[in-house]
């Protein structure tokens, strides 16, 4: 007989709701939750072929199905007992802390794990080991989205909500293309033109997307000229008088600093800098300012962006450039207005709520202060919890390649693929001691350089919570045992730290640490650690959350969720203003030159998700782009004597990757388009060179912005030559 199971896609941050359909121990289908606040039944192509990537057939080729040990790097990985994993790893982490200090271990971790594995992790480095060397792959994410609201509106809380797309007169969606990336929730937008053909879409792009398609307005900005635009649709605001004074005086600190840095983003400096012409600057300022006919009352409008300000040298002064503006005009805590960031993947929100980040704390706490360090280590049952901000993802690997990470424990993430310039990341890779990898699949590139494998289990097989864009918390179920000797992340971490606290001289006589039985034991620990703060769900017990999925914060005696945050104009700030923070525009950290003439630009494609573990199981979704191809505008593959299909190899400062060239007319002369789902281990083999191909991340730079810490994966400068 069928089984039905509620549960949540676990590929984008649109957080969708499942139906998993099972018998006898078996995942047969899976149709969209209707009665799911954030998807209402719908489900893209990914959501809706997940029963395939459970087949039997599938999970033998590719899942890892039991711990496995190498003796040696590029030896055979052998089997071992899970008992002989734990004990292996407790014992390396013990002696690697002895010899050289808790932060000599360095914990990678995922914004695809659930909530409450994150939460385990977390505690596992700054409670038990005693180091903030932990970060996740939602620092190549997000970390500038969460940087840019705490400098601008004082926590990292997206202020708005699926609902506001419906309500919203102008969209302005800027470095998304959420028809690819967040599909559900593009349908949502086709659906609010439908209802309202006079909702005014502009999209900031330099690439001529399938989102740009539907826009009233495609502003196809130059790479890393963001900035530039957003200070002059500021200054136009300002000179047309569309700001909103009032609110300004009310709500907000900083303004008149801010005016004088925006007075240099004149029409012709955004002209220079951004290829933008000044009558569609105007435009663009004039609908985002919400005064397109003047006898009108301000109509609102609701920001939605992603990787192209995040992902960017300058990302937090991106971000903060975008609040801004909302703020200038009074576009936020009202129906349909807000600045409203898209999580990447399925759960970045949960782990920035339990502070999984290398500079952050549980429930939105900052590193930096004692007075909330003393907080969670009270909470958590330990004598301290460590000061010095622990490395930041990119850091993390620059630090195992210099050889001061002697032990590095990967967990649900890929970063031997995702990472920008590879080559770091394999030096740090072969040259840190010991190297632990855990996830639920066998193949990933990471894994090569493994000396510790651990089963996951993944999706349709484990319990939790995820939170998703609009800070809405739902139930993660499984619908069928792990294959294997899989196990949860959660269970994983908790038996490694039950091992580990007897040998740590320092925490072995406190009680245990780690006493959870389930997933429902640590949410209720990570719940208490929000009483209080600006997440606060301490009234969204495990019993409420079965019931249905709620936005926080949900305090105690609030049986719902909260659907917008700021309504009041009080902001999370000491002075309860929220803050314009000074900025100077500028560009890309890699400019173009004479010998690196092209502007690399990176991007998802519609039907695969990251580096295709589990989207690349689906045959179906190949048919959308069966390999990676280097799309260039037609004139400069002319002008290097390109044909489509014709091999081309593309060069950064940090090395080479062939892929077929293909023109398109979706990008202006000097940009490539890669798509960043392929690495070596599906393009599997040797290059004509002989050498390993890396994918789009041989070519991207580690440079960051220096708030987020987040690298500009969506810009390099390259040279491509025919192969
Ligand atoms: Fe899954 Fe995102 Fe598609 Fe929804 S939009 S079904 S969450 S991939």
């Known amino acids: 007989m069928t089984q039905h199971t509620r549960s949540t896609c676990p590929y984008c941050g649109v957080g969708c709701g499942v139906l998993i359909e099972s018998e006898a121990g078996r995942i047969t289908g ?48 052998q089997p071992i007992a899970w008992d002989t994993a734990l004990d292996t790893l407790a014992q390396r982490i013990a002696a690697t802390v002895r010899q050289h200090g808790p932060d000599a271990v360095g914990l990678y971790v995922s914004g695809q794990l659930l909530t409450e594995d994150y939460y385990a992790f977390n505690k596992f480095a700054k409670g038990l080991l005693g180091t903030n060397n932990i970060d996740t792959n939602s620092r190549l994410c997000m970390s500038s989205a969460v940087a840019g609201y705490k400098a601008t509106l004082g926590a990292d809380a997206p202020p708005a909500c699926y609902e506001d797309i419906a309500q919203a007169s102008t969209l302005f969606i800027a470095g998304a293309n959420p028809a690819w990336a967040h599909p559900i929730l593009f349908r949502r937008i086709e659906d609010a033109r439908r209802a309202n053909p006079a909702l005014k879409i502009i999209v900031c792009d330099p690439r001529r997307t399938d989102s740009a398609a539907l826009a009233d307005l495609h502003l196809a900005l130059r790479p890393g000229s963001d900035l530039w635009l957003l200070h002059g649709m500021l200054r136009c605001m300002v000179e047309q008088g569309w700001t909103d004074p009032a609110y300004i005086a009310a709500h907000t600190s900083g303004w008149t600093a801010l005016q004088a840095q925006v007075a240099q983003a004149t029409p012709e400096a955004v002209w220079q800098h951004c290829g933008i012409a000044p009558a569609d600057l105007l435009q663009a300022a004039r609908w985002f300012a919400g005064v397109e006919s003047g006898s009108d009352p301000r109509r609102p409008t609701l920001s939605l962006y ?14 903060a450039a975008l609040i801004h503006l909302h703020l200038a005009c009074g576009q936020i805590g009202k129906p349909g207005a807000g600045p409203f960031s898209l999580t990447g993947q399925p759960n970045a929100m949960g782990g920035r709520e339990v502070g999984a980040l290398a500079n952050q704390l549980s429930a939105h706490r900052n590193l930096a202060d004692p007075r909330h360090r003393a907080e969670v280590a009270a909470l958590w049952g330990v004598p301290e919890v460590p000061a010095a901000p622990g490395k930041a993802a990119v850091e993390m690997f620059e630090a195992a390649a210099e050889g001061h990470i002697k032990l590095l424990w990967i967990a649900c993430t890929n970063p031997a693929h995702s990472l920008p310039d590879q080559a770091l990341v394999r030096r740090a890779l072969q040259r840190a001691e010991f190297v632990v990898v855990q996830d639920a699949y066998a193949g990933v590139a990471t894994a090569r350089f493994a000396d510790l494998l651990l089963p996951a289990a993944t999706w349709g097989e484990k319990e939790g919570t995820v939170t998703n864009s609009e800070r809405r918390i739902s139930r993660v179920r499984a619908a069928v045992p ?3 000797q899989a196990w949860a992340d959660w269970r994983i971490v908790t038996q490694v730290a039950r091992r580990l606290q007897p040998l740590l001289p320092q925490r072995a006589a406190l009680p245990g640490l780690f006493p959870y039985e389930g997933p429902e034991a ?37 049986a719902e969720g909260t659907a917008r945050l700021y309504a009041d104009g009080r902001f999370a700030t000491a002075d309860a203003r929220a803050r314009f923070v000074p900025q100077q525009p500028g560009g890309v950290a890699e400019p173009t030159d004479a010998r690196y003439p092209l502007a690399l630009l990176t991007g998802r494609l519609r039907d695969q998700w990251h580096g295709m573990s589990r989207s690349g199981t689906v045959e179906s979704l190949w048919a959308h782009a069966g390999e990676p191809v280097a799309q260039m505008h037609a004139a400069d593959m002319a002008r290097l004597g390109l044909r489509d299909g014709d091999l081309a190899y593309l060069t950064s400062r940090r090395g080479s990757i062939v892929a077929p060239a293909r023109a398109s007319d979706e990008l202006a002369s000097g940009q490539v388009f890669l798509p960043m789902h392929w690495g070596d281990e599906v393009l599997g083999g040797a290059s004509s060179t002989g050498r390993r191909l890396a994918g789009v991340n041989a070519l991207t730079t580690a440079a960051r912005c220096p708030q987020s810490l987040q690298p500009e994966l969506k810009h390099a400068a390259i040279k491509v030559l025919k192969a």
């Open 522 to 558: 640590i949410w209720n620990e990570h719940r208490e650690s929000t009483r209080g703060r600006d997440l606060d769900i301490t009234g969204l017990d495990w019993a409420l959350l079965e019931a249905a999925p709620r936005q926080w914060p949900c305090p105690t005696g609030q």
């Open 30 to 77: 899976v149709r969209g939750d209707p009665a799911h606040p954030a998807n209402l039944g719908r489900l893209c192509s990914k959501g809706a072929t997940l029963h395939l990537t459970a087949r039997p057939e599938v999970q033998e080729q590719v899942r890892l199905l039991q711990p496995l040990r190498r003796a040696a790097r590029g030896a055979a990985a």
């Open 306 to 319: 992603c990787q192209g300000l995040n992902q960017s040298a300058r990302g937090t002064d991106n971000n």
């Open 482 to 484: 792990a294959p294997g």
